[in-house]
């Protein structure tokens, strides 16, 4: 999706979508999925905290930060190369209770370290660091998570725990993979509209500092397969509150990718190859052999001019604990060397 990209990035953004509905307006499962189980979960009730921040549409000169206040506040953000020195500054505006900001930190350099801060009346945000872009040839980490559904089967502090593991690798940029939001499976718009907010308290402390790239899971409420993509449609509305709350990248003079206009949304935010012809197994990807290991953890991927080393953190191993904390553990790791 970026205009000068490696293999590696090649993103899967698998099912496209489609409005601008309020929560709680229509049932989610209406039209499709009637069969399928429903989160129940309390995994969506996290603490209340002041504020998130998710980076997102990370370039060799900006980065777009999305500050989403819990209360009404004014502020803006402070940002720079050196901790303590903040010089330049966002203009001073409004953040009304819940409603996602998105301000661009512009004019930076590339492949450099930036520290940046939110200061608001009442609260700020530890100062936090990000790097830009890097030039092609460069080595560069990132980070992988996929499917945490926060349904019944996640248990949150596994979670927590696989997110504070790809903290610790300071990856440049995180890809999450989808059935992050399963909208399709919540019991309405009002139970489904408290995920994409969960997801952003959980994913806040990685993605405050590692640009958050989201690919679409097949639950995730976005496909028109079988609901179809009118206004009121779950696909519209999935498609919107994604947008909303998590900006990813959209054709730009950095960034290729989607750049169909649908009626109802406009850009989708989505990026998939091969036209809508995704493989359907393992097998057809190519994955034809190897070992299969079990969840939880994240893949941690290394990038340099040699080679990209490829590791599978396991997250939760029983009865492992590392300073009062669960430890993770490398499970396998395989490594691709450079063409
Ligand atoms: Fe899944």
Redesign the pocket.
Known sequence: MMKKPTQLLSLVFVFSAFGVLGAGDKPVRKGGGSSQPVQTSKCNEVPAHPFDLILGRPTTASVTVSVLCYDDAEGGIAYGNEGGKLALKTPVRRFKKGEPAEIVLPGLQPDRRYIYQLRLGHSQSAEIGFHTARPPGSGFRFTIT??S?LDEHTEPAIYQQTLAGAVAAKPDFHIDL??TFMAEKHVDREAAAKQYLAQRYFLGPLCQSAPLFCVL???DGESPRGRGGAADSLAVWSNTMRKRYFPNPVPDAFYSGDAAQHPEVGLLQDYYPGNGKAPRSAAEYGYKSGMILGSSGHLRVTVSPAAAVVEYLRSGEAGATSGGRMAEAVAQTYTIPAL
Do not use: E, M, P, Y
């Open positions: 996929a499917d559904h989808g059935d899971g097949n639950h």
